[in-house]
């Protein structure tokens, strides 16, 4: 992040986020001042608090896309909730504590993928290897065959002197070295490496990958359990499942299997082994501290509206819950305690009924940067279909290739669609860049479902061909709001 400055934050953004300058900025300055904030001394540190943001906008304008791509950016553990999937605590549903638990479990898994990532190497040298001990296992030595059966002697004798049929244990009697004896299995032995030698180079190489193999992993999973409290202790499931895992977990299971998934099971296997998972707990609690983001979407939907009661009653007790976890506080997870003082909240809401000074004054205070974003407009269109680098157009230029098709968006077949999403959204319901994914399908439903069977392999669209296609919704206007 120390090689990122606030503009060079903004320029990742517009390569995938159309427009929308201002919440590109303010979450640019916030994720530079983390940077900062690291930079301190350890005194002046904990009292740099992150200026949490509140987004303003109609629904499909970029708000979830701009905290996700700045999360990718940056690395950071991330989680998006929805503020209606919560409850005040007392009544039935979760509780928002499990908001910081989801982001606990998310720190985690980057956290394990990097370090498993770093001793991948490792891991699938160990997994070729016990796939050729699986194949050509090594023969045993004469001496070890005779432990074996001196123990199983003594064994049986146990079993015997328990059941009262159990004689003195027979001692083998001590053979005589013979020098052929041990030529011949020496040559065994070398005979065996030669042949493992050379199929662990033929694995290695893939040659052996559609090969079937039986293998044994380790059983991770045990019967699932939730326990729900009146408190919203939802993680006390995990933890008891965790709890009884040592014990249920123990035996491992048996899978058919080709070599090549094998590799991958196995190598997977050994990755985790080779890491310190007490050093991944650590280290994720530290980055969900440091680095988490948190995107809280719908906060309009829990906004109180001139004091409604009735089915409206807990939004105002969802709101408080939410204070102490934005404000700061410590919850306890099944990877550790973890502070939420430093973790970024981005809350976001359409506001279009309520607004924003419905909230509590107590968490509007807990979001003092508040940026609102701008509805799309034909333009904008334009420039969300061409600009991005996962533009529709690019998506379904690559979809077709797959049957061999060329796909080709002339510049008035892309203003036509724009103009066509525009109106739309205007004689009915607005939902922002999300109607291109509608019209999109509409214009090119005809084409993938015949492209397997099309002769000609390149297709140009233009103006004419998409407003063929489209002039139907065009002229769907919603009727619905003359409707009493």
């Known amino acids: 992040m120390e090689d990122l400055t606030p503009r060079q934050i903004v320029a990742e953004l517009d390569k995938f986020i159309v427009g929308q300058a201002d919440a590109k900025k303010a979450v640019a300055v916030a994720l530079r001042n983390r940077w900062r904030r690291r ?3 350890d005194e002046l540190r904990d009292e740099v608090i992150p200026k949490n943001i509140l987004m303003i906008g109609p629904t499909g304008v970029g708000k979830t896309e701009i905290a996700r791509r700045l999360a990718a950016l940056a690395a950071a553990p991330f989680i998006k909730v929805e503020a209606t999937k919560f409850t005040e605590v007392g009544y039935v549903g979760r509780d928002v504590d499990s908001i910081v638990r989801d982001l606990a479990q998310t720190s985690y898994r980057m ?9 991948q190497g490792r891991a699938e040298e160990q997994a070729i290897d016990r796939i050729v001990e699986i194949l050509q296992p090594m023969p045993a030595s004469r001496r070890r065959k005779a432990d074996e059966q001196r123990a199983n002697e003594k064994f ?5 002197s328990i059941f009262g049929s159990g004689g003195p244990p027979q001692t083998a009697s001590p053979e005589t070295k013979d020098p052929d004896d041990d030529a011949e299995e020496q040559q065994r032995r070398e005979r ?7 199929l662990r180079e033929q694995i290695a190489a893939g040659l052996k990958d559609d090969d079937p193999i039986t293998i044994e992993t380790e059983q991770s999973q045990g019967p699932m359990m939730q326990v729900l409290t009146p408190q919203g202790m939802d993680e006390m499931g995990m ?4 709890a009884l895992g040592n014990m249920m977990n123990k035996g491992k299971k048996s899978r058919k299997t080709t070599i090549g998934d094998a590799r991958k099971l196995l190598a997977q296997d050994e990755a985790r082994s080779l890491i310190d998972t007490d050093a991944v707990q650590r280290e994720a609690i530290d980055r969900a501290e440091q680095s988490g983001i948190v995107f809280i979407d719908e906060l309009d939907k829990i906004a109180g509206r001139g004091g409604h009661s009735g089915p409206d009653v807990s939004r105002e ?4 819950d939410l204070l102490p976890i934005i404000e700061g506080s410590t919850v306890t997870t099944k990877y550790g305690p973890l502070r939420t003082d430093h973790v970024l909240f981005i809350g976001a809401g359409a506001f279009s009924v309520a607004r924003p000074s419905d909230l509590i004054p107590e968490l509007q205070g807990r979001m003092p940067i508040r940026v609102e974003l701008e509805s799309l407009t034909e333009a904008d269109f334009v420039r969300i279909l061409t600009e991005p680098r996962n533009s529709l157009t690019r998506q379904y230029t690559a979809l077709l290739s797959t049957e ?3 796909l080709e968006f002339g510049d008035d077949a892309i203003a036509e669609l724009a103009r066509v999403a525009d109106q739309v959204n205007r004689t009915s319901e607005n939902i922002g860049a999300r109607r291109l994914h509608t019209v999109m399908e509409r214009l090119l439903e005809d084409i993938s479902f015949e492209a397997p069977d099309l002769e000609e392999r390149t297709l140009t669209l233009d103006a004419a061909y998409v407003r063929g296609k489209l002039n139907d919704i065009a002229k769907d206007e919603d009727l619905t709001k003359y409707i009493l």
């Open 239 to 242: 933890d008891l499942q965790s």
């Open 404 to 406: 061999g098709i060329t």
């Open 39 to 41: 930079m301190l001394d």
């Open 156 to 160: 049986m004798h146990a079993l015997g």
């Open 111 to 119: 956290v394990e993928a990097e370090k498993m990532a770093e001793v």
């Open 192 to 198: 065996c490496l030669r042949i493992r030698t050379k």
């Open 317 to 320: 007790g969802v709101q408080r």
